[in-house]
Structures are given as structure tokens and as C-alpha cells.
């Protein structure tokens, strides 16, 4: 990784519109009705650089899995790490249709055993954003083949090199929920 260029990317935000146009403002005044803030997702230059990649550990999103996340078969990211780790590195058009509501297929590679590592095709693998503007990645395939478990540890990152999200499991704790997936 130390002979590859920087990676140049475009950070994701949104841009808060308080301020109607003149005549928006008339138009609320002729139906009587207020102004509403409105919100649209735009790119800006990053002040600073992307997040540089360890490939020792390169785990950037780090969490435990929940009881609930096993039973539906998704994994809840974060809004603040979805837009630091993967939709910086995503086009503005592509993160506009996931921020529109609608989900968006992505390749994913499980790693876990690494001299194996299983490839989980974007028809089985997709990413939806949720009401509370977390981020949910649904694949039910691989949680029934990774058997994963109740406060299991799992790491995922975006890889640029490959367009795809990598997932391993750091730690397993044993107990497995060996009920149906819905």
C-alpha cells in the first residue's frame, strides 16, 4: 500500500436549504404556507485527506453483532461511518439513489478464512438507508452461511480497488442463534 497514490475522493454532505428564493417565498405566501427546509446530498472537496487503508488491519467499521440484526439478516452501519468509509468513495449519482430510499446492490468478500475468501454476489448483497438515516446491509445469504452469533465482532471496509465491501469476523463468542432468518 505504500506505492499506491493517495486516493482522491469527494466527501459527501448535505446542504441545508433555510432560505427560500424570492419566488418560492411568493408562492408560500400565496397558498399560506411556510417555507420548508430542505435538504439535498451534494460533494465537496475534503479538507483532508481519505482514510488511509492499513491492510494489516484495515477494519475501519468495527462492531458487535445484535440479536436482531441476526434474525432479520442485516447489519446496521452507522450514518457517520457509512459517509467516512464507503459513500466517500461512491459516485455522487450512486449515493443520491441510496439517500432517495432505494437500495443499491454491492459485491461483498467475506475474508474471514483467508486462504478462502467467498464472494457474495450484489443480488444477494445490498445496502438501504433506514428512517433514523443509519444505513442497513442486508444479506441474509451470509449470515445463514457465516452462522454468525449474538456479540460476535465483525470488521468491514470499503475496498477501492475492487468496488466492493470486505467483512470478516474478529471475534466469535460461541453462541450461535440457530433459529430461522427471516
Given at each position: ?5 493517495p486516493?482522491?475522493s469527494?466527501?459527501?454532505?448535505f446542504?441545508?436549504n433555510?432560505f ?9 405566501k ?23 487503508i492499513?491492510?494489516q488491519?484495515?477494519w475501519q ?9 441476526i ?34 446492490c ?8 483467508g486462504?478462502?475468501?467467498?464472494k ?5 448483497v ?5 428512517y ?9 445469504k ?24 470486505v467483512?470478516?469476523l474478529?471475534s ?11
Open positions: 500500500m505504500a506505492d499506491q497514490r486516493l482522491l469527494m466527501k459527501k454532505t446542504f441545508y433555510f427560500p428564493s424570492k419566488a418560492k417565498e411568493e408562492v408560500c400565496v397558498n399560506h404556507t411556510p417555507h420548508v427546509v430542505t435538504r439535498e446530498l451534494v460533494e465537496i472537496r475534503d479538507l483532508y485527506p481519505a482514510p488511509k492499513d491492510l488491519n484495515p467499521i468495527k462492531k458487535k453483532i445484535t440479536y436482531d440484526e434474525v432479520v439478516g442485516m447489519l446496521m452501519i452507522p450514518f457517520f461511518e457509512m459517509f467516512e468509509y464507503i459513500l466517500r468513495y461512491w459516485t455522487l449519482d450512486m449515493a443520491k439513489i441510496l439517500e432517495n430510499g432505494c437500495s443499491v454491492v459485491d461483498m468478500w467475506d475474508v474471514t478464512e486462504n478462502v475468501p467467498k457474495y454476489e450484489g443480488g444477494s445490498w445496502v438501504r438507508k433506514v433514523s438515516d443509519d444505513f442497513s446491509l442486508w444479506c441474509i451470509f449470515f445463514k452461511d457465516r452462522r454468525l452469533g449474538d456479540g460476535d465482532e465483525i470488521g468491514l471496509y470499503w475496498d477501492t480497488r475492487f468496488s466492493c465491501i467483512f470478516k474478529l466469535h463468542v460461541g453462541s450461535q442463534w440457530k433459529g430461522p432468518i427471516i
